[in-house]
């Protein structure tokens, strides 16, 4: 969470989009649920393998039922909106509490994510690993896969869609600038004068 509001506090005041990178990172790390015990171990990067490898099987891309999956991804991100949008009204609507979505999603995702704690399983796994290793480890539970990426997928969409409202026409006088109405810049608070 302390690497999100880094980049959430790094945008707003530089104005630097690359601050919204952290916090797309500290969502994805929280959509992973080695990330919430702090386990460099136990499972960790042969999970994050299998999320990879096995992604768009998971959710279908391509297939009819593709719709489905991202229908499910659009439920998450509303709830999550609706966090963000609760907290923006009971404080500063111009501010995103990105530590609050980022832990609450690690508690979330945590929460229903045994299935991927599986102790000892990384030791060998950098010399052995790999797709038919990752695959064998977490094969079965993919149905539990798909649901923490759907919900890690939905809270990074609600982040973006509420940041986007953040955001003003960039009128930059470059030369190298979007076209007019093409491009967004970070909205900054009224002057209060």
Request: glycine residues 12%.
């Amino acid at each position: 969470d302390n690497l999100a509001l880094y980049g959430w506090r790094r945008f707003q005041s530089d104005h630097d989009a690359s601050g919204l990178g952290w916090v797309l990172h500290a969502l994805g790390d929280a959509a992973a649920p080695h990330h919430g015990i702090a386990a460099t171990g136990w499972g960790h990067r042969p999970f994050e393998d299998f999320a990879g490898f096995a992604w768009r099987e998971m959710f279908s891309e391509g297939g009819a039922n593709h719709y489905f999956a991202m229908q499910k991804v659009m439920e998450h991100a509303f709830a999550w909106w609706r966090v963000i949008d609760d907290a923006q009204r009971a404080g500063n609507p111009n501010d995103i509490p990105v530590r609050d979505l980022v832990t609450g999603l690690a508690f979330n995702v945590r929460s229903r994510s045994d299935f991927a704690i599986k102790n000892g399983v990384s030791l060998g796994y950098g010399s052995d690993g790999g797709e038919p290793r990752a695959r064998e480890l977490y094969q079965e539970h993919e149905g539990g896969g798909k649901d923490v990426l759907e919900r890690g997928t939905g809270a990074t969409l609600a982040f973006l869609a509420k940041a986007a409202q953040l955001t003003v026409p960039d009128s930059s006088p470059s030369p190298c600038a979007c076209p007019p109405g093409s491009a967004r810049g970070v909205r900054t608070a009224p002057d209060p004068s």
